[in-house]
């Protein structure tokens, strides 16, 4: 087993399948240790995931017309008898389309800051508060409930000026139970709040954060307080909850991807 240190790149020579294998065992072992770097590693799993749906069409749409009668023939001599039509060579490209936008992509989310900003933390721990005292509620525990769903997501996402979507968190055992307004810095924050059969309860909350500064999934504790939160085109989203770490970074998770597909 090696000794060496791992970092970022290696979550992606790993995702990639070009980490040594002899190195495996140890960064499995490093990724064990690193909750946020486990966070951001699956962050770019999802992300992948979303790229690749995205792109996935294009394999499929007929070459157009006038293209159709072109061949490229291998050298029978070198490598045998065989013949790529264009079809083949668009599902082929599709695939170099998807690498590249991933790589680019990528590079764009490494954009970390050495260090956590005061209003990042800020956010985050009026977040994991916000969850705390809403969450312990019996008969308030939202201001506006789920079956007026449409008029929820519509008010908070004109309140705090970004487009929102309440996820579907059902498949992960999770019901929207509704959401409220909150105050965040002098602006407007929305907590979306969500329980499942045995009445453990997470939020989601959304606020203003610090411009420009768009990051992975990082991991937040503090006296029992537990979130994922990131970063992205000034707004910090945040899902908060007492429940086990790696359920609550799946629930992140799927919510992120909700969120990037419901723009």
């Not at 490209?93 to 209003?119: D, H, K, M, S, Y």
């Not at 000026?161 to 002098?186: K, N, V």
């Not at 989203?237 to 007492?242: E, I, L, M």
């Amino acid at each position: 087993m090696t000794g060496r240190s791992f970092d970022e790149r290696d979550i992606h020579l790993a995702l990639d399948g070009e980490l040594p294998r002899e190195d495996l065992p140890a960064y499995e072992a490093w990724l064990e240790t690193r909750a946020d770097m486990r966070a951001l590693s699956a962050r770019y799993v999802s992300d992948r995931a979303v790229l690749r749906e995205a792109l996935a069409k294009l394999s499929s749409e007929d070459v157009p017309h006038r293209l159709q009668g072109n061949m490229v023939t291998v050298d029978r001599a070198t490598k045998g008898a065989r013949h790529m039509t264009l079809r083949r060579l668009v599902a082929a490209a599709v695939v170099c389309i998807v690498a590249g936008a991933a790589g680019g992509f990528w590079v764009g989310r490494q954009q970390f800051v050495t260090g956590e900003t005061l209003a990042a933390l800020d956010v985050v721990g009026e977040a994991v508060a916000a969850h705390q005292v809403y969450a312990a509620e019996k008969l308030h525990v939202v201001e506006v409930g789920a079956s007026e769903r449409s008029h929820l997501v519509g008010w908070l996402s004109n309140r705090v000026g970004t487009e929102l979507i309440a996820p579907d968190l059902q498949a992960e055992g999770f019901d929207l139970m509704g959401g409220r307004l909150l105050p965040s810095g002098g602006k407007a924050a929305a907590q979306l709040m969500y329980e499942d059969e045995a009445g453990e309860r997470i939020s989601l909350y959304v606020a203003h954060c610090v411009k420009g500064e768009d990051t992975g999934f990082r991991l937040f504790e503090d006296e029992g307080g537990r979130a994922f939160y990131w970063q992205e085109k000034g707004f910090a989203y945040t899902v908060a909850g007492s429940i086990d770490e790696k359920r609550l970074l799946q629930l992140a998770n799927v919510t992120y991807r909700q969120l990037l597909a419901g723009r």
